[in-house]
T-cell receptor
Framework: NAGVTQTPKFQVLKTGQSMTLQCAQD?????MYWYRQDPGMGLRLIYY???????DKGEVPNGYNVSRLNKREFSLRLESAAPSQTSVYFC???????????FGPGTRLLVL | AQSVSQHNHHVILSEAASLELGCNYS??????LFWYVQYPGQHLQLLLK??????LVKGIKGFEAEFIKSKFSFNLRKPSVQWSDTAEYFC????????????FGKGTTLSVSS
């Protein structure tokens, strides 16, 4: 039981490049989330998917898109990376919107 | 807008000292409450949670938290900290309302010296 997995672990991009962060969970959870963590800011929700087939914006969605590919997988795409998107990105999942969220190991992204 | 406040940005303690980290939230309705811990270089792990019932909840590694509804608070405590408790601690609140998300505080860094 791997829990929540994320790829890649670390990525360096140049401004304007695009990339997709992958997240998968094997706990049969319905809800999945993408957060970014910045020093002194805590975790801020980018997008979430309450159930397969639905996605909603969180607190800081600008510059990102998401795809809930199936129940297991939830990807985050940066179409044109900017230095302000340098951050650590965490994926999480939960049974339902009210339940405990379980976090992946994170992706550290540096945009030059 | 709902918010979560963690009053201490950085706490420095010696081993065996007692710990209390404050957390207050702004939401008048029913909430689910969480404390997560992030050890250096690792991902967030659940320390404890409160959904209903006894307002004093016990978590892993000797941590406990008390929900005081009248004060909108969910403070984290540990009677005697260890060096291995050095980490960042996040309080999070989930309003029991459709369409709302889990809201995190900005975190408290705990440094424990041996």
């Amino acid at each position: 039981n791997a829990g929540v997995t994320q790829t890649p672990k670390f990525q360096v991009l140049k401004t304007g490049q695009s990339m997709t962060l992958q997240c998968a969970q094997d706990m049969n959870h319905n809800s999945m989330y993408w957060y970014r963590q910045d020093p002194g800011m805590g975790l801020r929700l980018i997008y979430y998917s309450a159930s397969e087939g639905t996605t909603d914006k969180g607190e800081v969605p600008n510059g990102y898109n998401v795809s809930r590919l199936n129940k297991r997988e939830f990807s985050l795409r940066l179409e044109s990376a900017a230095p302000s998107q340098t951050s650590v990105y965490f994926c999480a999942s939960s049974w339902g919107a009210q339940e405990t969220q379980y976090f992946g190991p994170g992706t550290r992204l540096l945009v030059l | 807008a709902q918010s979560v406040s963690q009053h201490n940005h950085h706490v420095i303690l010696s081993e065996a000292a007692s710990l209390e980290l404050g957390c207050n939230y702004s939401y008048g309705g029913t909430v689910n409450l969480f404390w997560y811990v992030q050890y250096p270089g690792q991902h967030l792990q659940l320390l404890l949670k409160y959904f209903s019932g006894d307002p004093l909840v016990k978590g892993i590694k000797g941590f406990e938290a008390e929900f005081i509804k009248s004060k909108f608070s969910f403070n984290l405590r540990k009677p005697s900290v260890q060096w291995s408790d050095t980490a960042e601690y996040f309080c999070a609140v989930k309003p029991n309302q459709a369409g709302t998300a889990l809201i995190f505080g900005k975190g408290t860094t705990l440094s424990v010296s041996s």
